[in-house]
Structures are given as structure tokens and as C-alpha cells.
């Protein structure tokens, strides 16, 4: 069941608040928006719709993908803010793994951080298949952390892990 009720503007994008009962998946619609280097990618989910500070789990079970790990924020880091000051989604701890429910073929991420970005991809075994990627980045006194945009092909891949020893955010993922 979705409640939609409007609030005040406090700076937030929108004024509806959407709430999920009951634990279950919120069914949304396929939104397209452009993202600086996803343009022309596929479907890309919508981060924005989500409510900040919300555990991200299987609201995108819809597009066939579940989340673990992950929580939606408007980051408060200037240094991992974006462009389009949109919602991102952030480890709780370390690590945000991405089963995959369905075969997909292939998939973009932009990601942003200052130190290293391990991305892992494991088959329905739970064997690591290609790709594995580390993104080397090292801490700079800059005032943003360096975006890092990733396409994979996903033959065989059930489960994405990244994971980093620092905070990190992925603020999109396209199919």
C-alpha cells in the first residue's frame, strides 16, 4: 500500500513523502532521466524517489535487483555531493552487494569516492566471474571526490559486490 501525502517544502526535490507498509516493495514505474555519462543507457533507476535515509533493499525488485547494504541520503560531504544535489545510495558499513533476480546483459554504475573502489562479480555459485575491477583513487585535498563511471557486461553474474575501506556513494545504476 502507498500513502502519498503532501508536506511543507523544506529544500527537498518534491513535497510528496511516500511511505512503504507492511515491508513491502513499493511497485514503481520505469523513469527516464538523463545522467551525466549514462546518456542513451537503458532504464536508469529512479535514487530520486526514494526518501532520504531509507534502507534500500528491494525497492528496485520491479527492474529485477535487490540491494544489501544500502542506504539513500543527500550526502552531506560536499566532496560527494552531485551535480543535480539528487539522492545517492551509501554502504551502511563498507559494502553494497546487488543480487541480481533476473539475467541481465549488461549494466552502468557512477560512482564516486576518494580511496579504492573493489567491484566484484559473482556467479549463481557464489565464484567470482569477470568483472573485477579495483578502482585505484587516491585521497586528494581536492573538493570532490573523483566519479568513476563503470559498464559491465553481465553474462553469468548474480550477485555485484563494491566494497571500500572509506565511504563511498553510487549515484546511479543504469540497465
Same mark, same amino acid.
Given at each position: %500500500?502507498?500513502?502519498?501525502?503532501?508536506?511543507? /517544502?523544506?529544500?527537498?526535490?518534491s513535497?510528496?513523502?511516500?511511505?512503504?507498509?507492511?515491508?513491502?516493495?513499493v511497485? *514503481?514505474?520505469?523513469?527516464?532521466?538523463?545522467?551525466?555519462?549514462?546518456?542513451?543507457a537503458?532504464?536508469?533507476?529512479? #535514487? $530520486?524517489?526514494?526518501?532520504?535515509?531509507?534502507?534500500? /533493499?528491494?525497492?528496485f525488485?520491479?527492474?529485477?535487483?535487490?540491494?544489501e547494504?544500502a542506504?539513500?541520503?543527500?550526502?552531506?560531504?560536499?566532496? #560527494?555531493?552531485t551535480?543535480?544535489? /539528487?539522492?545517492?545510495? %551509501?554502504?551502511?558499513?563498507?559494502?553494497i552487494?546487488?543480487?541480481?533476480?533476473?539475467?541481465?546483459h549488461?549494466?552502468?554504475?557512477?560512482?564516486?569516492? $576518494? $580511496?579504492?573502489?573493489?567491484?566484484?562479480?559473482? /556467479?549463481?555459485?557464489?565464484?567470482?566471474?569477470?568483472?573485477?575491477?579495483?578502482?585505484?583513487? *587516491?585521497?586528494?585535498?581536492?573538493?570532490?571526490?573523483?566519479?568513476?563511471?563503470?559498464?559491465?557486461?553481465?553474462?553469468?553474474? *548474480?550477485?555485484?559486490?563494491?566494497?571500500?575501506?572509506?565511504? #563511498?556513494v553510487?549515484e546511479?545504476?543504469?540497465?
Open positions: %500500500m502507498l500513502i502519498n501525502f503532501a508536506a511543507p /517544502d523544506h529544500g527537498f526535490k513535497n510528496q513523502v511516500n511511505f512503504r507498509l507492511s515491508g513491502q516493495a511497485p *514503481r514505474p520505469p523513469v527516464a532521466r538523463n545522467w551525466r555519462g549514462l546518456e542513451g537503458g532504464q536508469i533507476l529512479p #535514487f $530520486h524517489q526514494l526518501s532520504p535515509y531509507e534502507p534500500v /533493499d528491494t525497492q525488485s520491479a527492474w529485477g535487483l535487490e540491494f547494504g542506504i539513500a541520503l543527500y550526502p552531506s560531504n560536499p566532496s #560527494f555531493a551535480a543535480f544535489s /539528487d539522492l545517492v545510495l %551509501m554502504p551502511v558499513v563498507s559494502t552487494t546487488i543480487k541480481l533476480l533476473k539475467p541481465l549488461s549494466a552502468s554504475l557512477q560512482l564516486r569516492g $576518494h $580511496h579504492e573502489i573493489r567491484l566484484k562479480a559473482l /556467479d549463481a555459485r557464489g565464484n567470482p566471474v569477470p568483472p573485477t575491477k579495483t578502482f585505484h583513487r *587516491r585521497y586528494t585535498e581536492a573538493s570532490k571526490a573523483p566519479q568513476e563511471t563503470i559498464s559491465l557486461k553481465l553474462r553469468r553474474v *548474480r550477485t555485484l559486490t563494491l566494497q571500500s575501506s572509506s565511504p #563511498f553510487l546511479a545504476f543504469s540497465l
